[in-house]
């Protein structure tokens, strides 16, 4: 047992004490896990849309200060009462939405979105007790989705942990905790159940021969190459709703597509540029939560269909031990996604590099 256990660890985190305005390094407390909950030392971690989002606080309920971070690889420090699947020493991926095994949607074969401890952006403390295990000064300091990866140590629902082979690169497949999961298991999935370069990916794994990358960044489509694109579309360069570019171009729609900014336009547009008859949109990008979804009805009465997708539809506990042993074997090139990597100490950084389009994934390195 770790001689930290039940004590109070001292440790360094990046705290964002206001919306939009870079984190700083503190030495931050972090408490002993209680009952189902894990304290995990993180040694990788990795920038996510998501984070920067809610560091935004635009559309979304701001709630600061606050560690943010759900995209991670570490090693189990303590566990709390009940853990019995996790131990000490055991190299885990903490995962922003998470499986209890008991709920209806975790004994399905359909769903991953657990009862308990599905994905919640606005609760900042442990589901368990309603407080929050880190703190500065005596003052609590909030959690973000479960994880707060952006710290050396974190606290971690047991539920919300992917026990994983030793012997898989930390550095590599903690990318696997998030994005890559989720923008490409609309196309494929460990159980057979039917972000921008990510469902390029999937597309391009599942077979695709023709996939269309659309964004407004047009430095990105050398970029979408290595991922299967083969043709880029900017609506910018266009005077007509890009849906209509797209039917246009494909013979009255294409076959699949999918959604990964968020943005409540390109969710219509994705719907609408699918093919009547057959085409399916996937959505998975987080909208403003005052968003509201558009469309004329007669767009589904022709038998499109419309969908989405909660993290791929991976139950965490259970499938994404199975995809770190077989990320090589399913043709899944991770370390392409991987585009930079800093010291935790320059984490703002990754930041820049995101809100500048230039990175997929930087990877930042707890110990620097």
Request: glycine letters at 8%; aromatic letters at 8%; hydrophobic letters at 40%.
């Given at each position: 047992m770790s001689s930290t256990n039940s004590q109070v660890i001292r440790c360094k985190a990046a705290v964002a004490w206001e919306a939009g305005k870079p984190l700083v390094i503190e030495e931050v407390e972090v408490a002993?896990?209680?009952?189902?909950?894990?304290?995990?030392?993180?040694?990788?971690?990795?920038?996510?849309?998501?984070?920067?989002?809610?560091?935004?606080?635009?559309?979304?309920?701001?709630?600061?200060?606050?560690?943010?971070?759900?995209?991670?690889?570490?090693?189990?420090?303590?566990?709390?009462?009940?853990?019995?699947?996790?131990?000490?020493?055991?190299?885990?991926?903490?995962?922003?939405?998470?499986?209890?095994?008991?709920?209806?949607?975790?004994?399905?074969?359909?769903?991953n979105m657990?009862?308990?401890?599905?994905?919640?952006?606005?609760?900042?403390?442990?589901?368990?007790d309603g407080k929050s295990r880190f703190s500065k000064d005596g003052k609590?300091?909030?959690?973000?989705?479960?994880?707060?990866?952006?710290?050396?140590?974190?606290?971690?629902?047991?539920?919300?942990?992917?026990?994983?082979?030793?012997?898989?690169?930390?550095?590599?497949?903690?990318?696997?905790?998030?994005?890559?999961?989720t923008g490409r298991l609309p196309l494929i999935s460990t159980r057979n159940v039917d972000e921008d370069d990510v469902a390029a990916e999937g597309a391009r794994i599942a077979g695709a021969s023709r996939i269309i990358g659309v964004d407004l960044n047009a430095n990105r489509f050398n970029e979408a190459k290595k991922f299967g694109v083969t043709e880029?579309?900017?609506?910018?360069?266009?005077?007509?709703?890009?849906?209509?570019?797209?039917?246009?171009?494909?013979?009255?729609?294409?076959?699949?597509?999918?959604?990964?900014?968020?943005?409540?336009?390109?969710?219509?547009?994705?719907?609408?540029?699918?093919?009547?008859?057959?085409?399916v949109a996937v959505l998975v990008g987080v909208p403003n939560k005052d968003d509201a979804f558009k469309t004329h009805p007669m767009n589904l009465l022709n038998e499109r269909t419309l969908k989405g997708t909660f993290f791929g539809n991976y139950k965490p506990r259970t499938d994404i031990p199975v995809v770190v042993e077989r990320y090589k074997e399913m043709g899944l090139e991770l370390d392409k996604f991987i585009t930079h990597r800093v010291p935790f100490s320059e984490i703002n950084k990754a930041f820049d590099y995101m809100l500048r389009g230039e990175s997929i994934r930087c990877i930042i390195t707890m110990d620097d």
């Amino acid at each position: 047992m770790s001689s930290t256990n039940s004590q109070v660890i001292r440790c360094k985190a990046a705290v964002a004490w206001e919306a939009g305005k870079p984190l700083v390094i503190e030495e931050v407390e972090v408490a002993p896990p209680q009952k189902m909950e894990v304290r995990v030392k993180i040694l990788f971690t990795s920038l996510c849309h998501t984070d920067v989002y809610f560091w935004e606080a635009k559309g979304q309920t701001p709630l600061f200060p606050r560690i943010f971070g759900h995209e991670a690889g570490g090693i189990v420090e303590s566990v709390g009462e009940g853990v019995t699947e996790v131990a000490p020493g055991d190299h885990v991926l903490p995962v922003f939405t998470g499986e209890c095994k008991e709920c209806r949607h975790c004994k399905s074969a359909e769903s991953n979105m657990c009862d308990l401890l599905r994905i919640n952006t606005d609760r900042g403390v442990m589901i368990g007790d309603g407080k929050s295990r880190f703190s500065k000064d005596g003052k609590p300091i909030y959690h973000f989705v479960g994880t707060s990866t952006f710290s050396e140590y974190t606290v971690v629902h047991v539920g919300c942990l992917a026990k994983i082979n030793p012997a898989a690169p930390l550095d590599i497949v903690c990318v696997l905790s998030c994005g890559i999961s989720t923008g490409r298991l609309p196309l494929i999935s460990t159980r057979n159940v039917d972000e921008d370069d990510v469902a390029a990916e999937g597309a391009r794994i599942a077979g695709a021969s023709r996939i269309i990358g659309v964004d407004l960044n047009a430095n990105r489509f050398n970029e979408a190459k290595k991922f299967g694109v083969t043709e880029f579309v900017n609506p910018k360069d266009h005077d007509k709703p890009i849906q209509e570019v797209l039917i246009g171009m494909t013979d009255g729609g294409v076959d699949r597509s999918i959604e990964c900014t968020g943005n409540v336009s390109a969710m219509i547009s994705a719907f609408e540029c699918v093919h009547d008859g057959w085409g399916v949109a996937v959505l998975v990008g987080v909208p403003n939560k005052d968003d509201a979804f558009k469309t004329h009805p007669m767009n589904l009465l022709n038998e499109r269909t419309l969908k989405g997708t909660f993290f791929g539809n991976y139950k965490p506990r259970t499938d994404i031990p199975v995809v770190v042993e077989r990320y090589k074997e399913m043709g899944l090139e991770l370390d392409k996604f991987i585009t930079h990597r800093v010291p935790f100490s320059e984490i703002n950084k990754a930041f820049d590099y995101m809100l500048r389009g230039e990175s997929i994934r930087c990877i930042i390195t707890m110990d620097d």
